[in-house]
Every structure is written in C-alpha cells, then in structure tokens.
C-alpha cells in the first residue's frame, strides 16, 4: 500500500447487524484508520445494505456509485470498513478496476508499519500470512498454471496455488517456532520481575485515548504519542515512583479497536499479557469521545476474554484493581464536564485527567499510591545485621518505619526493623 495514496472510505452499514456504535462513529474510525497509514482520504460514505450480495456485498448500483465516486475524486484505492472474503474483494476489483482492502488488511498494513521490536514484527508478518493464506481460495489468475512434471510421466504436477500455500504454511510453521522461543524469553524475564517485586500499573484503553501521553508525562520518556489510531504497538515499561511506593513498574500497552482481526486477536494476545500480572489496570478513556461508553465495552470485553475482569458485572472486576482514567477532560464543555464531575466525585475508582494539561495526574498518582499501600500491616523483624540484602529489600519495598540495633543474637549482631508491607510484598519477603 503506497503512503499517500487517495483513497475512498465506504462503511457498510448492514441491516439486522446488531452494534453498539452508529455508522457515523464507524465512518470516523475508518478514517482514522486510514490517516494513520499515511492514506490520503479523498472522499468517505455509509452505504446501507439490505441484502449482503455474496459476490460482492454491495448491490450492483452501489457498486457503480463507487466506481463513479472513485473517476470523480481521482480516488486509486477503496477501503471498505467490514469483512470482505477473497471472491468479493476479487469481485469488487474488477468490476471498479480499483485496488480493494477491507478493515482486517488495513489493520494489519498499520501493524506491519508500527510494529518496533522483533516479537512485533513476528506476529504481524504470521497474521499478514494467516490472512493471505485465507486469500488464496479462487482469488489467484495463475491457479491453472503448473510446475514440477509434464506428460503422463511427470503426473499433473503441484499447482502454483499449492505451491504458494506450502510457502506460506512453512513460514507460518516457523514464525510460530520463533515466537514460542520469545514468550518463554519473556515468562523469563516476568518472573524474575515477579521476585525482584515491584507492582506492576498496566495503562490499557481504546486506540488513541491518550494512554502514551499519559505515559509520557508520567515517567518523563518520551514515547511516540501522536493522535493518531495504534500510535504504540508495543508494550513499554518504565520504573515511576509513587507516594508511598519508591518503586513501581508502569506499562503501556497496545489499544484495542473494534471487529479486530481475528489473526490480531491471536498474535497479539502475548502484547497484553503484562495486563494479567498487572497488580492494578488503569482504563484511559478519551471521555470527550461522543463514542465513549461504546468503547469502554469494546475494553471490557477484551479484559474480560484474558481473563482481567469478571464480565458479568461490566468489567468492573476487583475495584483495587481497576482504576478508570476520564482523559481528555480539557476538550469538555462546561456543562458536560460539571455532570460528570458529580458522577466521579461518588467513585473513588475514577479519576478526571488531562495528560496534555497535566490536570489531575497528580491526584492519579496520589490514588495509585493508596491503592497499593492499603492493607499494609507493620511487621517489627529481628534480622542478623550481616543479612544486608534483606535489609536493603525492606528499605526498598515497604514503609520502613525504624531500623536500630538490636543487639546480639544466636547469629551475631541483629538488626530490628519496624516495617510495613503489604500481604504481597510480606509474601516476597518472606520467599527471600
């Protein structure tokens, strides 16, 4: 796909298809979709489709209007915002003599673009081959022709088609060999995060709802944050310190978007894995997004299939876990933001934030420190001065409140320490 390409932006809006978001936010989305690739939109429409055509989705005078749309605004490509199959988008080609990609390869051209380290890059080259492999189906011109063999002495031979499949079930065979090896890399790596032990505060959220600004401000990096759909791909992790807590792990992750891929669902599974050992979720929502509450049931519906939150009540799961970030509260007018300050002011597991402006991230950061604090019990220990590594982890995980000599004992000069911990970090100690 060429950057800067004009393109023309059709959403079917398809009659009995039950959604939550209405086809002007889906439209936007899909534009949204396509600037992030650097696409050019030249024009973008609903269509209502009674009927789904088999052959090509739409009906043959909507297919017209496209093709007449496509001469009119000199469009060289048309994204179709839902699922097309291999023959409707061969269909659609032809008939239009136009380039055709639906919602899944248009994801997947921005994952390929974005995707940063080598996990990355492998499970968007498997998902770009899942989704070819599925293409090959009656969509190919060269399906007739042959290699390997000729005559009755040779037999038929492997069509190319066969032969492009084998390719490609080879590749896949061993881009998913590669990736076992990554994740066991990285269960490594999260196990010895999980000794070392400091909490783990995993930012999650819909595409583009301000997540790496709020990133950003909070540990000072400077992630790429721009306002554009899948800005970060892949997660990111830097240590922050917290009231209360000198030291915390903070995560940003990759976004979630309606109808993802099927093959993205998949491969990227892994990118959220940090989520599920997370000892607490931050949900940023872009609360000036008229689509807002759909999008936190999109979130919802991903943390409840990895297993985050119980999806009966709504996501909200274990409320120390879950904090919900209202981001973007600068962009509010003043009537919408009084409602909704009254709605938060009565929830202590929401918070009203600009990371652009900085207001409330302060507060934010207050609430992340109670959070992992509340239930700490002092504990007054006796431990051999000559144990320095122990005594180092208390000062480091807990609250020390004293740390005096604590004259002789069986094993030498002791040293007493009145520290409070949290049952988690009481139960890392106590593993040390």
């Known amino acids: 796909m060429t950057r800067g390409a004009r393109a023309l932006v059709v959403c079917p809006d398809i009659r009995g298809q039950r959604r939550d978001d209405d086809p002007t936010s889906r439209l936007e989305e899909a534009k949204g979709l396509?600037?992030?690739i650097g696409i050019v939109v030249a024009e973008a429409f609903i269509i209502p489709v009674r009927e789904v055509r088999p052959n090509t989705l739409f009906g043959e005078g909507q297919v017209q209007r496209i093709a007449s749309d496509c001469e009119l605004h000199e469009a060289e490509l048309i994204i179709v915002d839902g699922a097309l199959s291999p023959i409707q988008q061969r269909n659609l080609e032809e008939k239009i003599g136009r380039k055709v990609i639906d919602r899944t390869g248009l994801i997947l051209e921005i994952f390929g673009e974005r995707a940063a380290t080598a996990e990355g890059r492998l499970q968007v080259e498997l998902a770009h081959l899942d989704y070819q492999a599925s293409r090959l189906v009656r969509s190919w011109t060269h399906l007739e022709r042959q290699r390997g063999g000729f005559g009755f002495l040779g037999g038929p031979g492997e069509t190319q088609i066969e032969a492009d499949r084998r390719m490609i079930r080879d590749r896949m065979a061993r881009l998913r060999r590669e990736l076992e090896q990554v994740?066991?890399?990285?269960?490594?790596?999260?196990k010895r995060r999980g000794r070392a032990p400091w909490p783990v505060i995993a930012l999650v959220g819909y595409t583009n709802a301000g997540k790496s600004t709020l990133f950003n401000r909070m540990t000072g990096a400077h992630v790429m944050a721009e306002d554009l759909l899948f800005a970060t791909l892949d997660p990111t992790m830097r240590a922050i310190t917290l009231p209360g807590v000198e030291k915390a792990i903070l995560s940003d992750t990759v976004?979630?978007?309606?109808?993802?891929?099927?093959?993205?669902?998949?491969a990227f599974r892994a990118t959220l894995e940090e989520v599920t050992a997370a000892d607490i979720v931050l949900h940023v929502r872009d609360i000036a997004n008229p689509d807002t509450a759909s999008q936190k049931k999109q979130v919802m519906q991903v943390l409840a299939d990895l297993g985050v939150t119980d999806e009966e009540?709504?996501?909200?799961?274990?409320?120390?876990?879950?904090?919900?970030?209202?981001?973007?509260w600068d962009l509010l007018d003043p009537e919408?933001?009084?409602e909704l300050t009254?709605?938060?002011?009565n929830d202590d597991k929401v918070l009203p934030i600009s990371a652009i402006t900085g207001e409330g991230v302060e507060a934010l950061g207050e609430q992340l420190g109670r959070v992992l604090t509340e239930g700490a019990r002092l504990h007054s220990l006796m431990i051999p001065a000559a144990d320095g590594a122990r005594i180092a982890w208390l000062h480091a995980h807990g609250e020390v409140l004293s740390d005096n000599d604590g004259g002789q004992g069986k094993e030498g000069p002791m040293r007493h320490v009145e520290v409070r911990l949290t049952e988690k970090e009481w139960g890392r100690f106590e593993t040390l």
């Open 342 to 345: 009254a709605i938060a002011a």
């Open 313 to 328: 009540d709504e996501g909200q799961g274990d409320p120390a876990t879950i904090i919900e970030v209202w981001n973007k």
């Open 336 to 338: 919408l933001r009084e």
């Open 183 to 190: 994740r066991k890399t990285r269960e490594l790596h999260r």
């Open 34 to 36: 396509a600037l992030a």
């Open 255 to 266: 976004g979630f978007i309606s109808d993802l891929p099927t093959q993205l669902v998949a």
